[in-house]
């Protein structure tokens, strides 16, 4: 893969790392495919027109520069699948509008996750994992545990 690095932040969005839980999130975990960085900067613009008052989105972890797995060496394992720059994970926004990730499934503003949701749907993405507990629907949208904070999207 010759991924294209997504920005450390912008107008509408902020990285995050999921292993030092602060953001921005580290240069060598912000790759993915020109598709998906562009739908990712597309998807954060249009919710924050439509939410003015949200909290900027994070963005956690895409791929490596040239794919392959994160492995225990670049934090905890379970990024089987952000190996080929096609795969993104995003955080609900919170009740509490901190631009922080939620911590429970009690801190996420529902209303708001379902629409993030809809967003990517509507933007074609075919799959869309989101937890259990947080009861999300749509095509494409699967229930998967760990993922009560994020939505993970995966594109085709």
Known sequence: ???????????????????RKTTPNRWWRRYGTDELVR????????FARAHPHAPRLLIGDLSRPRGGDFGRAYGPLGHVSHQNGL???????????????????????????????????RAGVPTLLVGPSLKLRGRGVQPWPNHDNHVHIRLG
């Open 1 to 19: 893969m010759r991924g294209v690095k997504l920005p450390v932040r912008g107008t509408h969005f902020l990285t995050w790392d999921p292993v």
């Open 87 to 121: 795969d993104a994970d995003v955080y609900y926004p919170r009740k509490d509008g901190r631009e922080r990730a939620p911590l429970t499934a009690a801190q996420v503003d529902r209303r708001l996750a379902q629409d993030l949701v809809d967003r990517f749907i």
């Open 39 to 46: 739908l990712l900067l597309r998807v954060t613009r249009a």
